[in-house]
């Protein structure tokens, strides 16, 4: 919000206290280039217009506008919020299922978080920590540890993707023994997504367990600086390896097997061959 720092009106700053001046941004409304607010315009007793306002449209702009008008604080409007921590999620301790989750973001003006890349997954786990005060609960899935985020394999069985369809391009952090896809007669299957404040992503029933959950400022998603780009590089290759050695333990597993079989096939054919010599002599 921009406020003036006099009843008056004559100088402006943000909410927080810093100063607009001859180098600050601004977009107060103009006719033909011509400065027509703010005009400090005074009502009734001493109340004077101190508090700005943004157009979404005016006469002249019908599409968009984003023109600043001064105005009396005691006018009602609709408000924007700027969330001042260094994280892209926004994380709310309330409990609620999934698709009121999905709602209440919406509501907001907001979007249900999307997670696409491991950083961003680190970013998360950032906002989780702003979001509560205590630490984590036990046992493991307790559910105030987890926090529901866009995603599910409602429209396609074990295809996790956003609620909108799109797709999820990186090696999910799963939780162990997880994605299981658990049913059951009551609560359906286990078709929604929840990532703990750790970091680690479970499916759930979203329609019966009430969570907390996150949502995010632009649907866009994150741009990726380098940092970012490193720690998604290494995720990446980091379960590239973990797949190769698991495939490497599963070859040599089957290796072993096979050995074993063939001894025993040898261990036979020799106890064959020396019952077969007995009854020829």
Known sequence: AVVSTQSTGADWAWAD???????????????????????????????????????????????ESGVWDDTFKSMVHPYICKFNVPVHYIVYPELLNWYEAKQSC???????????NKAENDRFVAAAQLAFD?????????????????????????EFRFYDGEEINFTIPWARKQHDNK?????????????????????SFGNDWKRPYACQCNPNGMELDEEMQRINEEWETADKKKKEEKERLRAEKEARREERKRKK????????????????E
């Open 134 to 158: 205590e630490d984590r609960h036990e046992p493991k899935f307790n559910h105030e540890n987890w926090i529901w985020i866009g995603a599910t394999d409602l429209n396609e069985w074990n």
């Open 106 to 116: 919406e509501d907001k003006g907001f979007y249900f978080a999307k997670i696409r």
């Open 265 to 280: 096939e040898e261990r036979k054919q020799r106890k064959e061959e020396r019952k077969q010599r007995r009854e020829r």
């Open 183 to 203: 049913t059951n007669a009551v609560q359906g299957s286990q078709d929604h997504v929840a990532d703990a404040r750790w970091g680690e992503w479970d499916d």
């Open 17 to 63: 206290g810093v100063t607009l001046n001859s180098d600050s941004y601004t977009n107060w409304m103009d006719k033909n280039d011509v400065p027509v607010q703010p005009d400090m315009w005074k009502g009734v007793g001493n109340n004077y217009q101190v508090a700005a306002r943004l157009f979404r449209k005016t006469r002249e702009m019908k599409e």
